[in-house]
T-cell receptor
Framework: DAMVIQNPRYQVTQFGKPVTLSCSQT?????MYWYQQKSSQAPKLLFH???????NEADTPDNFQSRRPNTSFCFLDIRSPGLGDAAMYLC??????????????FGAGTRLSVL | AQTVTQSQPEMSVQEAETVTLSCTYD???????LFWYKQPPSRQMILVIR??????QNATENRFSVNFQKAAKSFSLKISDSQLGDAAMYFC???????????FGAGTILRVKS
């Protein structure tokens, strides 16, 4: 059973045209994450939500925004995609445990191409 | 800031043989968690094995085991009886005890030869 679902799997957009990627989860986890992964590189955390609390990484460009309307869904908005934003975008979830093991479960990713 | 280093960009192993993937990390924390994640081509990343830093015993999960050397800040993954399905990118990751953020290494591509 898919637990973290990302749609679409492949997305093509034009330079400068806003695009939204979506993530849903059936795990009822209260933390959701967005990572950017460029070819053959490590995933890089963009931001995460702890419930409705938004936590941005210091080096995440302003071009990237996120929304979390409810526990199950989280969106990544790229306001004006540039060629450098072409990447795989991974969504992950975890149960928040400020102590103790806190396993992140990943979706299959959305591969974004920018033309 | 914590960093994770995987010094082997690529490794190869013959089917049924054993391979070890290396990982070192840098932290000033005494309590933390370490993970190995597997990312097959075009498929989602899944957790292979995890280790709590306060545990001296090395974690094992079936054919997967780790060699955790806390003083040396080393966390290697051993895959025994390698199978074709083990071919993937493997990421080593670190997490502070308090917090949600994972810090990943650059990854090691594992190729399995039949």
């Amino acid at each position: 059973d898919a637990m973290v679902i990302q749609n679409p799997r492949y997305q093509v957009t034009q330079f400068g045209k806003p695009v939204t990627l979506s993530c849903s989860q059936t795990l009822n986890h209260n933390v959701m994450y967005w990572y950017q992964q460029k070819s053959s590189q490590a995933p890089k955390l963009l931001f995460h939500y702890y419930d409705k609390d938004f936590n941005n990484e210091a080096d995440t460009p302003d071009n990237f925004q996120s929304r979390r309307p409810n526990t199950s869904f989280c969106f990544l908005d790229i306001r004006s995609p540039g060629l450098g934003d072409a990447a795989m975008y991974l969504c992950a979830t975890s149960r928040d445990k400020r102590t103790g093991v806190n396993i992140q479960y990943f979706g299959a990713g959305t591969r974004l191409s920018v033309l | 800031a914590q960093t994770v280093t995987q010094s082997q960009p690529e490794m190869s192993v013959q089917e049924a043989e054993t391979v070890t993937l290396s990982c070192t990390y840098d932290t000033s924390e005494s309590d933390y968690y370490l993970f190995w994640y597997k990312q097959p081509p075009s498929r989602q990343m899944i957790l292979v094995i995890r280790q709590e830093a306060y545990k001296q015993q090395n974690a094992t999960e079936n054919r997967f085991s780790v060699n955790f050397q806390k003083a040396a800040k080393s966390f290697s993954l051993k895959i025994s009886d390698s199978q074709l399905g083990d071919a993937a990118m493997y990421f080593c990751a670190y997490r502070m005890e308090y917090g949600n953020k994972l810090v990943f290494g650059a990854g090691t591509i594992l190729r399995v030869k039949s």
